[in-house]
């Protein structure tokens, strides 16, 4: 490798460096995650095993007998050496052998009954708090026990003496376990579930919508602009631009502001006997008619200016030559510039197509994917799903596969655009120079 290229690498390997910790890592990170069931529940590091009310309902749902799910739930006392030598470190060598040899191998379903069989004792404790303390030495319940790996709630189980073959006993295990697991369960779960149904046709319908204003609306603008004298030009630019420059927050208030029942259409349209309303929130076609509009002009500000610039880069002998064969407005345009926006198109469409896909802060600000759910895109509903909730459950595992899904729209999506606009052509040498 020559020097040159060496040093050519030297200068790129910090740009290599962010790329792999701030893009291919998160990437990565994502695809993991999407492939457990992560959520607010289990947390992010390992769980442990433990019986509680919830697990003891779900087991014979899943095939777990009754009767053994029942039998978790109760405080089970147990009179065994564990406990013995317990008894007897607590309370006297006296009373642990008095114990055993009555009491020793027999069960009792719950505390009270043990500690009858422990008062009829000669050497038993005096009080009856010691009594208690004494009787739940043979405590052998799992019910709401937390065990930090399998093999002690394993052997904890074992000790119910309920008799479980494999099969229960590998059923018990995973759904005592509080942590995450394996799972393709978030993809079925996408393929299947109404809500991401819907969120896939709002963003169908979002994303084309805005996208055809944006883009056509930029270009009307660059076009308008580009026939004006040099002072007027940059001042409707300078109004136009204003949706990009404005931070997000002060630009959703102006538009609260605009379509609140008392704000200004509602305050206009009341000299009129209009009844006055939200117009940004009081239906699905109002709510899509203020997103479309609200990102459809903040896009349209970033194409005036790409497609501006564009215009600017035309040579101007070329339009005085079409104006002196005859030709008008709408020919110069339509055979002279569109022809020349070409790839300032790609490049806005294919931007915007992205941006649009995977933002949503203009939408969350606005309506939150109201009303109802009439407006929320995927983008905001893997942010719902895996970072806010309404119900306060967070699924930080199909949010992921939600996301992962977006990327691979992403990239799809682009390699669609460089084809249909054939990028190779754009980007090769001009013939003359070959």
């Not at 009310?53 to 009767?67: M, N």
């Not at 309506?367 to 895996?386: K, M, N, Q």
């Amino acid at each position: 490798m020559r020097r040159a290229h060496l040093l050519g690498l030297g200068f790129m390997a910090p740009a290599l460096l962010i790329v792999c910790l701030f893009f291919l890592a998160p990437v990565i990170m994502t695809a993991v995650f999407s492939f457990t069931n992560m959520s607010s529940g289990t947390g992010i590091s390992g769980g442990a095993y433990e019986v509680t009310e919830k697990t003891v309902r779900q087991l014979p749902e899943r095939g777990f007998p009754q009767a053994k799910a029942e039998m978790l739930a109760q405080d089970v006392y147990r009179i065994d050496p564990a406990g013995l030598t317990a008894l007897e470190a607590g309370y006297g060598k006296a009373l642990a052998d008095e114990v055993g040899k009555s009491l020793s191998g027999k069960t009792f379903n719950g505390r009270r009954d043990l500690e009858r069989a422990l008062k009829k004792m000669k050497a038993r404790p005096r009080s009856i708090r010691e009594i208690k303390v004494a009787a739940d030495l043979f405590k052998r319940s799992v019910l709401n026990t937390r065990y930090e790996t399998e093999d002690a709630f394993v052997a904890a189980i074992a000790d119910l003496d309920l008799r479980l073959d494999t099969s229960e006993r590998t059923l018990l295990s995973k759904v005592a376990y509080t942590g995450w697991t394996w799972t393709t369960e978030n993809y079925e779960l996408i393929a299947t579930l109404p809500s991401t149904i819907r969120a896939a046709a709002n963003t169908l319908t979002y994303v084309g919508f805005t996208l055809a204003f944006n883009v056509g609306f930029g270009l009307f603008l660059a076009l308008a602009t580009f026939y004006l004298p040099g002072a007027q030009a940059a001042t409707f630019r300078a109004i136009w631009i204003l949706p990009r420059i404005l931070p997000p927050v002060i630009y959703i208030m102006m538009w609260k502001w605009l379509t609140w029942d008392t704000g200004f259409i509602s305050s206009f349209l009341s000299n009129f006997d209009v009844t006055p309303r939200n117009w940004m929130l009081h239906s699905d076609i109002n709510a899509w008619v203020s997103v479309v509009l609200i990102n459809g002009f903040v896009g349209a500000s970033l194409g005036m200016i790409l497609f501006s610039s564009a215009l600017r880069a035309i040579p101007s002998s070329i339009l005085y030559a079409s104006e002196v064969d005859g030709a008008s407005r709408l020919q110069q345009i339509w055979y002279i510039i569109l022809p020349q926006l070409r790839w300032p198109i790609l490049f806005t469409t294919a931007y915007q197509t992205l941006s649009l896909l995977t933002s949503f802060d203009y939408i969350y600000l606005s309506t939150d994917g109201g009303p109802g759910s009439s407006t929320e895109v995927w983008a905001l509903y893997t942010f719902h799903t895996a970072l806010n909730n309404y119900g306060g459950a967070l699924q930080y595992g199909l949010g992921a596969a939600l996301a992962l899904v977006l990327v691979v729209i992403g990239i799809a999506a682009s390699l669609v655009y460089l084809r249909l606009f054939n990028f190779d052509k754009l980007v090769a040498k001009p013939r003359i120079e070959q």
